[in-house]
C-alpha cells in the first residue's frame, strides 16, 4: 500500500503546516512521510498537525517518524497536534505511549486551533 501526503497551510497568518495523510504508514511508507516533515522543517514550520483520518494502519516505524520530528519540534518550542485518530492507529500510539506525548485534538479544526495556539507564543 502507498502513503499520501498533502500538505497545506493554515491558522491566521498560515503559520500551521497541515499534512495529511492517507494510506498505511509502515516501514515501506514512512520515508514519504519523513521527506515531507523535513521540508516543512527546512522552511521553518514549527508548528504542525498531522491528519491521520486516512491512515489505516501505522506501525513501529511510522511512529518512531512521527516521533523524531515531534522531538524536534518541541525541542524548537513548537507543537505538534495530531487528529483524525481511527480506533486501531489511535491504539498503536496509546501503546506506544505516544499518545501522551503528542496533542489530541478530535477534528482538524480543533488540531488548526491548538497549534495556531503554540505558533502565537512563538
Known amino acids: 500500500m502507498n502513503l499520501s501526503v498533502v500538505v497545506s497551510s493554515a491558522g491566521e497568518s498560515g503559520n500551521v503546516g497541515v499534512l495529511r495523510l492517507s494510506g498505511e504508514l509502515d516501514i ?3 520515508g514519504t512521510l ?3 516533515l523535513e ?3 527546512d522552511e521553518g514550520r514549527e508548528n504542525l498537525v498531522l491528519d491521520l483520518s486516512g491512515v489505516t494502519f501505522c ?3 511510522g511512529l518512531g ?3 523524531t520530528h515531534a522531538r524536534w519540534v518541541m525541542g524548537v518550542g513548537g507543537s505538534l497536534v495530531v487528529c ?4 486501531d492507529v489511535e491504539a498503536v500510539f496509546a501503546i ?4 501522551t506525548v503528542l496533542p489530541t485534538a478530535t477534528s482538524l479544526e480543533q488540531a488548526i486551533e491548538l497549534a495556531a495556539a503554540a505558533a502565537s507564543k512563538n
Open 34 to 36: 519523513r521527506q515531507s
Open 28 to 30: 515501506a511508507t514512512s
Open 96 to 99: 506506544s505511549g505516544l499518545s
Open 65 to 67: 517518524t512521527v516521533a
Open 39 to 41: 521540508a516543512l522543517r
Open 59 to 61: 506501525d513501529s516505524t
Open 84 to 87: 483524525g485518530l481511527r480506533p
